[in-house]
């Protein structure tokens, strides 16, 4: 009898220790940060200026009315000063942390990604070359944005 009685002390002393970790382990501690971001002509606007480092999943809205796409890009650039040719930032000579390819106008998108303390720039890099008509770039008609990570 005092057997199960030790057992018994001991199940009721570890399930607040477990549901802490559990309870932890969903609110951050290895967690996931949404960040909500719009796409529209011709803005980038994500809710929050800046976030902690980590895992960070942008979820994307196009509000607008033609597809967009989002560019993650780590730079001390400021947003308008990236490489850019021919309308289209060289993403060859950027640091791209990652990107969600061009989506329909009214959709939602998602991307997950691990981002250390720095500064990063949320461009849409499309081109849009229609002949006869000057070339149309998304970046260098505004779309772009400033984001900060701290640690």
């Known amino acids: 009898m005092t057997v199960v009685g030790r057992q018994s002390r001991w199940v009721w002393g570890i ?7 559990l309870l932890l382990a969903s609110c951050g501690g290895g967690g996931v940060e949404d960040v909500k971001v719009s796409l529209k002509e011709w803005s980038i606007t994500p809710e929050v200026p800046q976030i902690e480092s980590g895992r960070v999943r942008f979820v994307v809205a196009n509000d607008g009315s033609e597809p967009h796409e989002l560019v993650i890009i780590r730079s001390d650039l400021s947003p308008d000063a990236l490489p850019v040719v021919d309308g289209k930032v060289d993403e060859e000579k950027v640091d791209l942390i990652d990107e969600i ?9 998602r991307k997950t990604v691990n981002l250390k ?35």
Request: glycine share 8%; hydrophobic share 40%.
């Open 101 to 109: 390819e061009p989506f329909a106008a009214g959709t939602t998108e």
């Open 117 to 151: 303390a720095g500064k990063y720039v949320l461009i849409c890099n499309i081109v849009e070359r229609v002949p006869g008509e000057p070339v149309e770039s998304h970046y260098e008609n505004g779309m772009r944005s400033a984001f900060l990570v701290i640690d």
């Open 15 to 21: 399930i607040p220790a477990i549901s802490s970790v």
